[in-house]
């Protein structure tokens, strides 16, 4: 720690006996012994008080860390949690449409069929489902033919 050598601390002890005398030295010896272990307990103390401190601030260092990455999955989960409301605003708006298409298709349906009943339409342009939902469909009230008449064929295209 002082990077004393050992011819040192003999000439250290020579002026020590010249200066103190032979009955004073060991009382000295005893009392340097004493404040050299209490120095060193003190030194080992802070030491150790700086490794915990160090081993905190390392402790703290990967709380930050977890807080941080804790913080980024929050958002990334809010991040998703947004798109999937928005993806789900998305769905009812579209089913909302749909249903409301539905709807006009049905109506759509029902004067394309009363005008293929009464021949007065030449043409009916079809989707392969909207075809299907037409044959399936029956008309609103009993007052329309149910066959068109034989003197002017409907032509049917289907759009696959």
């Not at 003999?10 to 012994?33: D, N, T, Y």
């Not at 958002?75 to 089913?95: C, G, H, I, P, Y």
């Not at 009916?124 to 329309?144: E, G, I, M, R, W």
């Amino acid at each position: 720690m002082f990077n004393v050598g050992m011819s040192e601390l003999f000439v250290f002890g020579i002026i020590a006996l010249l200066v103190l005398g032979p009955e004073k030295l060991p009382e000295a010896a005893r009392f340097a012994g004493k404040w050299y272990a209490k120095l060193m307990h003190f030194v080992n103390n802070a030491k150790q008080d700086i490794d915990r401190e160090l081993g905190l601030s390392e402790l703290r260092a990967q709380v930050q860390q977890e807080m941080q990455r804790m913080a980024e999955l929050e958002q990334k989960m809010q991040s998703q949690l947004a798109e999937l409301r928005q993806q789900t605003e998305a769905n009812d708006v579209k089913q909302q449409l749909q249903s409301s298409a539905n709807e006009k298709t049905v109506k759509f349906n029902s004067l394309i069929y009363r005008d293929l009943l009464s021949n007065q339409a030449y043409y009916a342009v079809f989707t392969p489902h909207y075809l299907q939902k037409f044959l399936q469909h029956q008309p609103l009230s009993n007052d329309y033919q149910t066959e068109p008449k034989a003197s002017s064929p409907v032509k049917l295209k289907v759009i696959a």
